[in-house]
Structure formats: C-alpha cells, structure tokens
C-alpha cells in the first residue's frame, strides 16, 4: 500500500507499508538514490514473521517532493513524519528501525 502525507513543512512524503499489516512495524532506511518500494523477499519475509514494513521516498525522489535548497544529505530527518501520529500505519505504534544500501 502506499499513502502520501504532508510533511511539517508542507512536503508530500510517500509511504509504502508491506508484510504483516497488524505486525510489529518497522521503518526500513534506503541509500541514496532509492525509492522506499519494498524489496519482494523482504515482504515475503516480513509476513511470515509478522512484521509491517514501512519505507519512504527521500524527498525529490518517487513521489515525495523535494524541498528547494536542500542538499541530498539533508534528507537524514526526513524520516520523522514517518513516526508521525499523521500516518495511520504507525500512529500510536513504537516503530524499530533497520536501513539498507547497494553501496556495500
């Protein structure tokens, strides 16, 4: 499933949830440049054991819009409208956290 909401500072951030939607959620962190569509194995797993995956598009990328000035780096707190109460996949959830990267 994928959401967009509006960020603090009026953005759009694009959400995608997958796996176990009552599971524990779990926000995943992508490198850069990376959209936060859910890896298929990943999913596969994540409903198996009951875990709700949750990933974002870094802003300007996706569906998430860019925010003029900004400089790839300072994506680093785009994360926090995820842990948002404005998102219902999270709201009132403690959410963990795991990150991943192509670049090694």
Do not use: N
């Amino acid at each position: 499933m994928t959401t967009s909401v509006t960020t603090r500072d009026g953005r759009t951030l694009e959400v995608h949830e997958a796996g176990d939607p009552t599971g524990l959620p779990v926000i995943v962190h992508h490198g850069t440049p990376m959209s936060g569509v859910p890896y298929a194995p990943h999913v596969e797993l994540a409903s198996e054991q009951g875990i709700r995956l949750l990933g974002y598009d870094r802003p300007g990328y996706g569906g998430s819009t860019r925010s003029a000035g900004r400089k790839v780096a300072d994506c680093k707190g785009c994360p926090a409208p995820a842990t948002d109460a404005r998102i219902p996949a999270v709201s009132g959830d403690p959410a963990h956290r795991t990150a991943r990267t192509q670049s090694g």
